[in-house]
């Protein structure tokens, strides 16, 4: 009693084992397609319904006693074609890594075009809202200006003479701020000079306010790089200043720019409150998300680090080729 219930018992648990490997069989054959047949997968697939199939063999005895010693030899030749398409499916494998290694590489050089595209058409936009600026408003001012100077102030008193001033100073003001603002959108020293100079006078603009200290050191002096990477390197090391100035409450900063063997290391550190950049906060006006972004367009890493009690440094690496020095500075 005790022998027929043990063997009813282990002829269900090897229907059990035969339906879960036809449905894993049929599930990796479904999935050839995905693969773009890949012929390491069909070997697989194949393998995984042979020993489906073996799984059938070994149930064959159980009704058929008298074909068991045809069925053992049949058993042995599935174990010897299956191990011989698993052995074929791992060495072909390799095939369906670099088709996957291909597809992830198309598909991050895919997001790099898009982003280059975006920030080329970016500063497109700004170069041509700083050129009708400079061009369309500066005149304007400028002979407003020279309109007010016309004017023969010794024939003006009292009130109107003080208007009159004020207009003057407010045209000055004026054409102060859409200098600052035209070199924000497209800073013509970026262009002319390089990626140092265009710092050089961003940072000038910042110690005038007379606020923070700052420290500069650089050993690519009038280097040039390509076009994209001093846009967006400038843009990134402009935002990071800004942060500083409008919400770190910071006294000192410290900016190093190194290149060595076709490698720029940028560090940039400030005293001030910090921040946790797990938090995701974001920086006035572009945010980390978007130096990350700007960063991945030149296949480079950015890193943010509080440092405790007070303080955030910047770290960012990415290769670079050099082009030509430039000639003179700003």
């Not at 035969?18 to 069909?42: C, E, H, M």
């Not at 701020?177 to 990626?195: A, D, M, Q, R, V």
């Amino acid at each position: 009693m005790q022998g027929a219930l043990l063997l009813n018992l282990m002829k269900a648990a090897l229907i059990i084992s035969i339906v879960f490997q036809l449905i894993a069989a049929f599930i990796a054959l479904g999935l050839t397609k995905q693969t773009k047949f890949n012929i390491s997968w069909i070997f697989i697939s194949i393998a995984f319904l042979l020993i489906a199939l073996r799984g059938i063999l070994d149930l064959v005895p159980f009704y058929y006693k008298e074909v068991q010693a045809e069925i053992y030899l049949i058993y042995r030749l599935l174990e010897i074609l299956i191990a011989a398409l698993l052995l074929a499916g791992v060495l072909f494998i390799k095939q369906l890594f670099k088709s996957l290694k291909r597809i992830d590489d198309f598909r991050r050089e895919s997001e790099n075009r898009v982003l280059q595209a975006i920030m080329q058409t970016e500063e497109k936009e700004r170069r041509q809202l700083a050129k009708d600026l400079h061009d369309g408003i500066g005149p304007l001012l400028s002979n407003i200006k020279m309109s007010v100077s016309a004017l023969d102030k010794s024939q003006i008193t009292g009130f109107n003479r003080t208007v009159i001033d004020n207009i003057s100073s407010l045209i000055n003001e004026s054409i102060t701020s859409l200098k600052y603002t035209s070199n924000n959108l497209s800073p013509h020293i970026l262009e002319s000079f390089g990626l140092t100079s265009a710092i050089n006078s961003f940072i000038e603009n910042i110690t005038r306010l007379g606020k923070i200290e700052i420290t500069f050191s650089s050993n690519i002096e009038n280097t040039r790089f390509e076009s994209q990477v001093e846009t967006n390197l400038y843009r990134i090391i402009c935002e990071l200043f800004q942060n500083t100035v409008k919400h770190a409450s910071a006294t000192n900063v410290s900016l190093l720019i190194h290149s060595h063997e076709n490698r720029l290391i940028i560090q940039y550190f400030d005293d001030g409150i910090g921040f946790n950049p797990d938090d995701g906060f974001q920086m006035s006006g572009m945010g980390i998300s978007n130096m990350h972004s700007r960063l991945k367009a030149l296949n480079g890493d950015i890193e943010f680090k509080r440092i405790r009690p007070n303080g955030m440094m910047t770290s960012i690496v990415l290769k670079t080729k050099t082009k030509t020095a430039s000639h003179g500075k700003a």
